[in-house]
Nanobody
Framework: QVQFVESGGGLVQPGGSLRLSCAAS???????MAWYRQTPGKQRELVAA???????IYADSVNGRFTISRDNAKKTVYLQMNSLKPEDTAVYYC????????WGQGTQVTVSS
């Protein structure tokens, strides 16, 4: 089964930007892909999803600030995050849309002044 390695997280001030990457160990071309996030004590939530036709879906809380994209040739999914807010602080994961593949370790995003 495909494995994912997320990277690009870090500490950023409110209003700042980060670009997350998700490298897959195998082909992702057949999957709709998504980014999720989780904070302690809460369920993992869908942040954004992208299907192979290019259609994208965003959670209301990030719509207009985050952009999901994919490069099937590089087996990589990206999440560009702009205008970050403290409430965006979480561990971010990628997976197939629906979350039915193995989860990676995630990448920590902390938005704080």
């Amino acid at each position: 089964q495909v494995q994912f390695v997320e990277s690009g997280g870090g500490l950023v001030q409110p209003g700042g930007s980060l670009r997350l990457s998700c490298a897959a160990s195998g082909s992702i071309s057949i999957y709709a892909m998504a980014w999720y996030r989780q904070t302690p004590g809460k369920q993992r939530e869908l942040v954004a999803a992208i299907i192979n036709g290019g259609r994208t879906i965003y959670a209301d809380s990030v719509n207009g600030r985050f952009t999901i994209s994919r490069d099937n040739a590089k087996k990589t999914v990206y999440l560009q995050m702009n205008s970050l807010k403290p409430e965006d602080t979480a561990v971010y994961y990628c997976n197939a849309d629906g979350g039915y593949l193995n989860w990676g370790q995630g990448t920590q995003v902390t938005v704080s002044s």
